[in-house]
């Protein structure tokens, strides 16, 4: 039995980022980009208005006040993305709309709201300082600079950006591709009737739902019996995805067959225990590129050890970095015990009151009940040392997204 | 000037949710039910082995210790799914996988690591009380139970619970249409070859992608210039949408025609400016159930007031309550203004070190500068009448997710 921490080592140990591929602006949202973007130009590219007003000289307006306004001749006017063909010298002022190029000549604008027109003049109320309300060329991204590095996970700014760079298209990682094998004669399909002694296969779709939710490609290949061959052949068949993931069939058991087959279809075996709680019995071993998770049959366990363990394997393969979860500081709403000598793993809601956080933990904390992910929003990890911690203390809770 | 507070209360008097549709179990991720989901059944449905193991009469096994375990004649065996067809009494044992029916008789599982067997007899070395190891019917779920309300957010945790609950379909909320228009005679589209003075649309991008992230269905209706008429045959397009964004020309200038071309429109307006910083020219208005926001032309005004406005308004048609972002606390690092009047959105990156987070300002927190999105991952909301945070203050970081 290995620690998690040492469990996540031999994982990441054996995962390579996936190859590239290129994929439309709008659809590289969520994916992580697989090359460092460049700025092939100064965004903007010219100093602009950053205010509708007056372009100015804004020496010109030192000595203007509310009961002084200092009066300029409006010589001509741009709007946003055009630029006014008169300069703009002493005396004189462009009217202009953010996002005008800036005259040649003035150095500032004046907003509107500080300003007053009839016919061909302006009064100017307020003085503004050289350079006040004026985005200057290269404010925002500077021609030749690394915008953004290859792992970069894609959200809104980033698509944003990329947009501003005129890429109409980005590199991005390959999703991982994930089989996922629900094993067990006991497992029915949701929809089918349900026999003396069957339940329903939950995990293969909470696993399935998982993998979607962390940037993975997933396809359920479904339920397989507790029957040597007919595992070995789906096995065999899996092997050709990048993660095979397989719920049910690694503890004590007789009936156990996963790691016999398993071992018969070429898996080296890296680990087959885990000091967690929920989730101790949990295989991982390779072949070739292939990683191939066994996880416990119980769905808490199932979810937890995906979250633990598979999880950061998806992104260590799409480069990505930043698998921890947020913490936040909770107060304990009621006591939670660890009887195991295990990492334990208590599901909690975290609920807000008056800008603080209270944490209370799901009612059952058996991994039988998968009720206690569907009550949970957040974790609390308790080292395996820790045996209990009472209601009202202040614990760290990991948000689950 | 109207508050966040006060501009969030307008938008949500105009919400209504929007129909359901059926969808597939494994579709139905991100989405959000329409329905209460009631189970049919216990969960499980019988008493059954939670370990691997034996299953007994507790009382035989009230002496059982390391050096003088107790022997119990295996009668029967049982794997995941089945039920043994002999009975469990008094001196009798049945040996049991995990997920198999209780033998009759039996009232507890004695797991394997504290048995020993040879032949047809097991060696019991630690008592266990009646019912452990086993998970009684119902444990999970009760028949009948409502298990999950309309307006839950499906997460993983929801689709299994679904599955094992055997719903093949869900009923979900429709996705919100949203149509996004980019104004603005300045604009580009990211590809084409750049004009003095123009730039790049990446409004509508970072737009799109939000409300995809959000759970609504974008559709880019594409770049309009400032012109009347185009507008506003765009516009009346458009307003077949459950929501229509409008990016630019909400300003004060000369040529921002928005505002005009939403009232030939017949948009009815409830508001366009909100005391918030970035983002004060804000327009929202409806016509008929199609509700209407022109954001900000800078894209960081842009973004933020779709965090603010946007985001709540199609959680509110969806159905979902759950749109306030988590906040941790963390120490800023370096010091932080309000120039204005108005509750300003700071940008910031959290970063953890040793179990705490410390906060970093966007180098450039101007409305134009889509870079310090791409550097945050949190948002601190500083109150109008907050002038300024010193460095090494707590503050609260509103996670962007």
Not at 94 to 99: P, Q
Not at 314 to 323: P, V
Not at 352 to 381: C, D, H, T
């Amino acid at each position: 039995m290995i620690s998690l921490e040492k469990a996540l080592e031999i994982v990441k140990r054996e995962v390579k980022v996936l190859p590239s591929e290129k994929v439309k602006l709008l659809s590289s949202l969520n994916r992580v980009l697989a090359e460092d973007i460049y700025s092939e130009f100064d965004i903007p590219q010219f100093n602009r208005a950053a205010m509708d007003g007056y372009a100015v000289i804004a020496q010109d307006t030192t000595s203007a006040c509310l009961t002084h306004p200092v009066v300029l001749k409006i010589v001509d006017e741009a709007s946003a993305g055009f630029k006014a063909k008169s300069s703009v010298s002493s005396g004189k002022a462009v009217r202009i709309m953010t996002g005008a190029i800036l005259p040649e000549g003035a150095d500032a604008v004046v907003m509107f709201e500080d300003t007053e027109s009839e016919k061909d003049e302006v009064k100017i109320f307020r003085s503004v300082k050289q350079g006040r309300n004026v985005s200057f060329s290269g404010e925002d991204v500077k021609k030749g600079e690394k915008v953004l590095p290859r792992g970069t996970f894609i959200r809104p700014a980033e698509v944003g950006m990329l947009a501003s760079l005129s890429k109409e298209e980005v590199c991005v990682v390959k999703k991982p591709k994930v089989a996922i094998i629900s094993t067990g004669s006991e497992l029915t399909e949701p929809g089918d009737a349900l026999k003396e002694g069957k339940i329903y296969d939950s995990n293969s779709f909470a696993l399935f739902s998982q993998v979607v939710s962390c940037g993975g490609q997933p396809e359920r290949i479904g339920i397989v019996p507790d029957d040597e061959k007919e595992l070995l052949l789906k096995v065999k068949e899996a092997l050709s995805f990048d993660i095979l993931l397989l719920s049910g069939g690694v503890s004590m058991g007789k009936y156990d067959l996963v790691k016999e087959v398993l071992r018969k279809a070429g898996v080296r075996m890296l680990f087959w225990k885990v000091a967690v709680k929920p989730g101790k019995p949990t295989f991982f071993g390779v072949r070739n590129h292939t990683l191939v998770f066994g996880l416990p049959g119980y769905p808490v366990s199932s979810m937890i050890n995906f979250e633990n363990l598979v999880k950061p394997a998806i992104f260590e393969m799409l480069g990505r970095k930043d698998y921890k979860r947020f913490k936040i500081r909770a107060t304990l709403k009621e006591e939670i015990k660890n009887t195991s000598n295990r990492e334990n793993f208590i599901r909690v809601k975290l609920i807000e009151q008056e800008g603080k956080y209270l944490a209370y933990p799901a009612p059952s904390q058996k991994s039988g009940v998968l009720k206690s992910m569907v009550w949970a929003n957040g974790i609390i990890a308790l080292p395996k040392d820790v045996r209990k911690v009472e209601s009202g203390k202040q614990v760290l809770v990991e948000i689950l997204s």
